[in-house]
């Protein structure tokens, strides 16, 4: 399989990594329908850990069964499949080879509630290696007083996954005490998300698609002074996308709750338009009848692919 | 020994693990009298550790010699027998091979409270190694402050259990400040429990018995938009089992406390009709005279075998 | 040497364990006056490092000198000598060979006060062996908001003991805010804290003399449901050895705070007549002048003798 | 490549250090302008990770390029160039050799505000020698409550550099519930924080220029009685450069917040004047015009040169 | 060098270390004017880190350079010279062989206030091996909420130092939440420490000149009942050394705060007179003019020589 000229100009921004890690990320690149554009398509689930089973699966009873996401997610041509360690281990040995698997090494349920969130470290590399993973996947919360916690973690998982050839993708959600609940989604703060993602080591990094408001009083007068664009969709991931090293790390968002297929294709829209290197769907995927789900991730394949 | 079909069946869901766990399962699967079958009665003592001695062997006070229940757990045929360090250790070297141990590694008393309960680590896998165990055991509390921790040391347990060839059977019991004292036992909490165990990557998940009760707002709103049934103690058992990756997890439910035999009996017909692989029966069984605890062990094996 | 049925009785309780173990076990059951009775008197002395020098040794002035403690546990026939790192640090070199020594593996001073009580671990296994000892020492507060710590550095500190053959001998004090001060002795209490010292994994359990108290609301219903005798002091500790998994595990009795030697006597006759194993007395040894002391421990060594 | 007789005196301080250690120093002085002066100019990149993308870029935004930065480093012939791990691994692949990379170890973020600030470690003494660094950097902040865990981590970080030839640049900025904020820059707490810095361990310090105030009544007393002078900042460089083992550790000046040029040049003359080893400049190079960035960093080599 | 019968006699009490901590305790007793009569006079330069550098040196402007303070204490003929990580890597490569070093392996300084004081670690014992040292030293401060923390690392530390043949030098100044500011300095716990220490496995004790007050009520009775004199520091200082295990520790008193010569050396006649083994002298020796030092420190030296 002869890379694409896109993909070997992505590769080259990873330069101080092994080769192992730079194949890993070639062949999520070099998957599915997007495979080769430089654009990405991930499929996640990890919400029956994270809100729980009803909430996850009963809308589409299918989901129960962790079979079925690995199979919507080779069926809908996604470049890759992410989830915790128990649905991973009940596909793994039948799916081998057949789709990129991404081992998401932190989780968090809500049975309880910290004031300073923080997830619980459930899986290793290890874990990744024997499961045959193209990479892992871990979670921040930046603005959490437990942070340092997550951050350290994280650089002893990146080392940990380095040294054996596998990428980091990183989940930079934003939360606790340190910011409002708005502040989540501000520009400001995904912005601010992303650098800290790509200073971390990540590889690939994914922020939530962000909104019109900006959280902290010393980088809004920034974006006064300097007249930073704000008002659309296409603006704000401009701003989020160029603080990832300016564009030079791979850089995707989420689609966030459940919501109607026109509003999702409109989204993707906006963070294609602004640079977006692509989507990781969950719920809009999942909770949707199978031949739906496999059209909506399609028509979110094709834009993305322009 | 040839494997039955059903559990061949079973062992099929757990592929991504190596041959030496998923002997042990089958050690477990094919071991008294539901051998073969694919269901599972296991006797589990450690009420001494967790209630202390007088109200768990005074009402049979053989049971203050660590011998009786090893003795008691093989003469009524269960799949196997769960205890803490010491009461294994008191019986090893002289039941080894006679029936599959499991030891605890976690444990409580009830002589300090703390407001985020957390089990102490107890015992290792060496320890189980050593003792010549089938698999090991361990205590999770969904809704305590302390998760984070106990998944965590229950990730490196697994790790290194998995390595060696041992199952992991899961005791998830939500409790702490996280949930209400009635949210312990509700039925989506159960279920919640029930997939956190599996994703953690649990062999044998052991839940209680969920009653006719929500606790977590969102979750109510999917019982109601979606109809899931949870009026019998059949339907709740249903979503449970389905919510244990659509029913690819050996998933048994406890006794609780000390009732009347019929009264017990009555559960269990639930529990089996709503698709249980068995039961977990402690005080229940070793409480009561000998042979009246073998008989009661049998007539719950009776139910299971259909 | 050959060992006398009662050892060898002793001895095959702990057939879980190697035999090096096995090995230490014995020389302590066969050392001293006791020798061979399955009985055993251990002089200890930690109160230096527990209560201060002054409250310690002035009363018997030659106690500050660590080589008085060895010499006293010789010539009075003890079957082994229990210490802190320094003191037997302190006499080791001169005295290898002559007596069992138990080195005691934490302690705790009284010159901060902690809310939740915990000894601080100042010695290791490794000490023990390079110091030529027969057994190690450790102290756990159940009832102590901190015992979850000590339960777990316990757990490897005995499982690094075990595998070099050192038996544990377990100081079980409940103490802290889980429990009142009358609650420290009660007999429900003193029971729970040697069944939990036997599910821990202990070899030699050493409880407090209980009293007739009973703290647990739970436990009480117990004990006065099945009447279980608490009115003398052989019944309670009756109850506290069938805890003990019914008399298999050597549990012996400490003197606590000096006083008249009639009083000692008294209590280890109740002791004995109860089934304990022997005594631990430290303050109400070596705070007497020698002679008086060496007559003491004789005393109770004939008591216990029978 | 001789060194030239200063540098060689510098290098004679650090005579307990091993070859590999005293290499990477030489090399830091022996490149660039100042090369063989025994005087450094650092451009140090963080603020992204400190402060967030738009407030350290946005100024001059082709800054949001990793390979900006080493290249003004390069441009302007500075010592050495110091970033976190993310911008380091943007850039060590394809500059590797052309100017000594520093790469810090611990960062913070302003998403959450801790009480007692620390920063996270969110780099490792392995990742600088894959990236080919020639030292390694670590922020300590005297005055916070988790100062210890700090001087812990950097105990650990130094051994290991120290033992694989990496030099250790400590940022020693003062902050915390211990002081106030005043004091932060206060001439005392800046003389205290380099003698801490050099008792720790450290080769290169750097500190914040100070100002006239004296934070500690202790200390004050000690100033009046010996009459230190604090009136110039001459005077002051001058007492923390004594603090700083009377000079013979190096001892650079961060730059602080953006300003005018020649406010800068006339701060760099005081440091100058007061025997200062060099600056370490961010903000004031990056955030200004490439060219005019260049010409400031040329002028200000030009006063350290003299 | 063949030892003196004292010296040997003091290395008899160590009998249970190996000969490599024998013979570094050998070399500090064998060094300096006082060689061979078993007493010691240390010189320790830590208060730079403990006080920071204008209170520690400015009374004496030649103390800011390291290379002073080891020339002092070989010019004086002190038996050792402590001082922490940064002020022995100093001048270790210059004056290896000359003196024996003592590396101070925990601080703290006083930027930072905690209500639980607690020194943290900055140093190893592979530096204290590295840098040639002949001993290390710790600082514990029972009395402190956190003083297990200090006693468990000090275990690490002392069990790693034995190992390579270096004796630990225990610093013991009880503060904290559990005793008043005269508790401090008072008799009973000035002992207490001493008997701690011990207990803990130091080979030289350093503590405060115990004050004629009593901080513990349960003390003062024992004192009171038995008629254990203080009035005079003679007195006082041998209770002190009784309670280090009967005078067969090496036991050693600071000189504290700068004071006039008449009041250091009538302190130093009681320390003698009491049966001290010596003294350990900062301030009082570093800030006065050099000539100035080295008569006061040969005077101490001519007390204890008697």
Redesign the interface.
Known sequence: MALTERVQQILS?????NPGVRANLARMLSTGTLAGTGKMVILPVDQ??E?????SF??N?AG???EYHVKLAIDSGCNAYAA???????????YAGQIPLILKLN?S??????DQP???????V??AL??GCAAIGFTIY????Q??RM??DL?DLI?EAKAVGLPMVLWAY?R????SKDGETAV??C??????S?????HVIKVKPPKNFIE?A??RK??EK?G?KTETLEDRVR?VV??A??G?RIIIFSGGEAKGTSEVLEEVRGLAAGGAFGSIMGRNAFQRPNAEAITLLRDVMAVFKG
Do not use: M
Request: zero cysteines; hydrophobic letters at 35%; glycine letters at 12%.
């Open positions: 921004w990873y330069g101080s990594d029956g850990f809100h729980g089973p009803a909430r009963q809308p009873p129960y069964d962790p915790p360690l128990g649905f991973l281990e009940a596909v793994a040995d039948r989780n349920d809500t049975l309880a509630k910290l923080i997830s619980a470290v459930t899986g290793s290890r874990d024997r499961l930046p603005g959490s007083g942070r340092n951050y350290e650089r080392a934003p606790g005490a340190g910011i400001d703060v912005a601010y998300a992303a650098q800290l790509a200073q971390l080591g990540a902290q010393e980088a920034v974006f300097y930073i701003h160029q603080s090293f300016n030079t």
